[in-house]
């Protein structure tokens, strides 16, 4: 076993230990290999697990969410090869991902998207777009985005008043 892949496996591990999810956590990840951009603007929580084999194929983006017992994993089993496909995750500004989610692919999440509890993600998700299920399946755009009546009424121009 090499010092790197050593660094690696005790940071992770320390992860686990009871300690602020904001900041402290993010920042015992991020010394594991992770990339993640800014560590204090992150949340981690308890009992998350990140492959130990290739943590640094993981970028996590600043305001992330990532709450109790989420799986992310960066090694996949191809089943028609018998092989284990390394894959990268990527997770973008201000995602939330909910309790217990499994990243099973290598996927990209988009900024300020929303993914449900017990979900299992093997696709990417666009920015702003809410999904959940097993696997995660879309649910809805978030106000704001895309072509909703929100985003409708912010580009119009506001009519000139009755004399």
Request: hydrophobic residues 35%.
């Amino acid at each position: 076993m090499t010092l790197s892949r050593l660094k690696k496996l005790i940071f992770l591990h320390l992860q686990r230990l009871p300690m602020k999810s904001r900041a402290w956590r993010p920042f015992f990840v991020k010394q594991a290999g992770v990339n993640i951009i800014d560590y204090r603007n992150t949340f981690i929580g308890e009992n998350v697990m990140i492959d130990t084999n290739y943590p640094e194929d993981l970028t996590i983006e600043s305001g992330v969410r990532i709450t109790y017992g989420c799986s992310i994993l960066l090694h996949f089993l191809n089943i028609y090869t018998g092989t284990y496909d390394r894959g990268k995750i990527h997770i973008g500004k201000n995602v939330h991902v909910g309790c217990n989610t499994t990243f099973c692919k290598p996927v990209t999440i988009g900024d300020e998207a929303i993914i449900g509890a017990c979900s299992v993600v093997t696709h990417d998700i666009p920015a702003g777009e809410v999904w959940a299920g097993n696997p995660a399946r879309f649910i809805r755009k978030r106000p704001g985005f895309g072509d909703d009546a929100s985003t409708e009424a912010s580009t119009t121009t506001p009519s000139q008043p009755q004399p």
